[in-house]
């Protein structure tokens, strides 16, 4: 059973950094791609970042140059750095694999274009 788990989320100040942590359970993550999406309330799932089983990945605008997207296949998860956080970005975030076949590339960072959800885990940024 192909399980994603979201850590690593909390409380933070403006300016703060927190990394977040996707671990797959019941499934080596070596070869699949994997995307990082967050949602605040009343607003969509709004997709974030993608990287692929070589290291290579990309952000959206809006988070290139705060965000960062990594993984170790060696411990099965992948990570999302965020640094310079503002309560604009308080959501719950969560990861994901592509749908379909070509599990191991990113394909555009809309919702219904990925699957195996996890439960996601809260990110607040206030003061």
């Known amino acids: 059973q192909v399980q994603l788990v979201e850590s690593g989320g909390g409380l933070v100040q403006p300016g703060g950094s927190l990394k977040l942590s996707c671990a797959a359970s019941?499934?080596?993550?070596?070869?699949?791609?994997i995307g990082w999406f967050r949602q605040a309330p009343g607003k969509e799932r709004e997709g974030l970042a993608c990287i692929i089983s070589d290291g290579n990945g990309y952000l959206v605008d809006s988070v290139k140059g705060r965000f960062t997207i990594s993984r170790d296949n060696a411990k099965n998860t992948v990570y999302l750095q965020m640094n310079g956080l503002s309560p604009e970005d308080t959501a719950v975030y969560y990861c994901?694999?592509?749908?379909?076949?070509?599990?191991?590339?990113?394909?555009?960072?809309?919702?219904?274009?990925?699957?195996?959800w996890g439960q996601g885990t809260q990110v607040t940024v206030s003061s």
């Open positions: 019941g499934f080596s993550l070596d070869n699949y791609a």
């Open positions: 994901s694999t592509p749908s379909g076949r070509f599990y191991y590339l990113c394909p555009p960072l809309q919702h219904y274009e990925y699957e195996n």
